[in-house]
């Protein structure tokens, strides 16, 4: 998949009517009821010469990427991943225009993601109390506390992950599909299927564009977690959830939140912070566990038979 790809996906998005405040690439008028409302979500906007879209009709604009960077990230770090992934084709952006026909067939196979998901919601949330949950990594003990943690309150939990353009060293698409059906395996009521769109590493802001697009697939529930969404230790790790919280009435779609999953050095478990009155909790690192993987070492917060299976098969 090219780098360029993440304008198709989105485009996609945009016309499958995953995206909640947007039906097209914005111009500089709509773009600004983004700065002004966090709860619209993430701004979808097209760079200059993406080779899968038609210039010819296109109107132009440039976007100030310090302005952006404060209003949509929250930050004056220019140099921040998420404003270095928006502006890496350059700060001039064009509306106005069309898909090539050539990429038709493509464009088509993200639309039908999207179609095959809210089908198969729709069915699901007929007989079933269901909650969606975003996850990114490979799962590690800490979030199978979240899960059992969901799984008390739902019938089922819907691992709902991004497949799309990933930043160096997240896990692949391939990584991600072989742990979540090992996960859907271990747990009799999880169901596992990727949704293609794109990161933005934006987090507070994206964890409300991650609610409104499951709320776009049919979800009535939507997990919340700390750090949701964030990079380079950025947003605080409640971040999210007091922003989720604090809007909540604003949208159809619930939150269902937790401030993540911990072991407890004396219940000698793992659980959700604030399941037990222990200050004395370890948290449990994703990104020590991805350096675990990428060494293929057994990491001890993980579970070993799912290791094993990724370190045989070299993911």
């Not at 989105?10 to 947007?22: D, E, F, T």
């Not at 690439?25 to 966090?38: E, G, S, T, V």
């Not at 999880?190 to 507070?204: L, Q």
Request: proline share 2%.
């Amino acid at each position: 998949m090219d780098d360029q790809e993440e304008y198709l996906i989105a485009y996609a998005n945009l016309k499958s009517n995953l995206i909640v405040n947007q039906k097209n690439f914005l111009n500089p008028f709509q773009l600004k009821k983004f700065f002004y409302n966090i709860n619209r979500g993430f701004p979808i906007c097209l760079p200059d010469k993406i080779k899968y879209f038609d210039y010819t009709s296109a109107r132009y604009f440039r976007i100030d990427k310090k302005i952006f960077g404060k209003k949509i990230f929250q930050t004056n770090n220019t140099d921040y991943i998420g404003i270095k992934k928006f502006f890496r084709y350059g700060d001039r952006f064009a509306f106005n225009v069309n898909l090539k026909r050539r990429y038709l067939n493509k464009f088509r196979k993200y639309q039908s993601n999207v179609f095959y998901l809210r089908k198969k919601i729709g069915k699901l949330i007929k007989n079933k109390k269901i909650c969606a949950m975003q996850i990114r990594n490979v799962p590690h003990f800490g979030h199978e506390a979240v899960f059992k943690h969901i799984l008390s309150q739902f019938d089922c939990l819907y691992l709902n992950p991004i497949y799309g353009i990933k930043k160096k060293n997240d896990f692949s698409n391939k990584f991600i599909s072989k742990a979540l059906n090992f996960v859907k395996k271990k747990f009799n009521n999880i169901e596992f299927d990727p949704i293609w769109t794109n990161f933005h590493y934006a987090g507070p802001r994206e964890a409300i564009h991650h609610l409104l697009m499951r709320q776009q697939l049919g979800f009535k529930f939507f997990y919340v977690g700390r750090d949701h969404a964030g990079a380079e230790n950025l947003y605080s790790d409640e971040a999210a959830i007091k922003l989720v919280k604090k809007n909540s009435s604003k949208f159809k779609i619930k939150s269902f939140i937790s401030k993540g999953g911990f072991y407890c050095l004396k219940c000698k478990k793992y659980m959700i912070k604030g399941e037990c009155e222990h200050k004395n909790l370890k948290n449990i690192s994703g990104t020590e566990f991805r350096k675990f993987i990428f060494k293929k070492k057994i990491y001890k917060h993980a579970d070993n038979q799912m290791q094993k299976i990724l370190i045989k098969n070299s993911l």
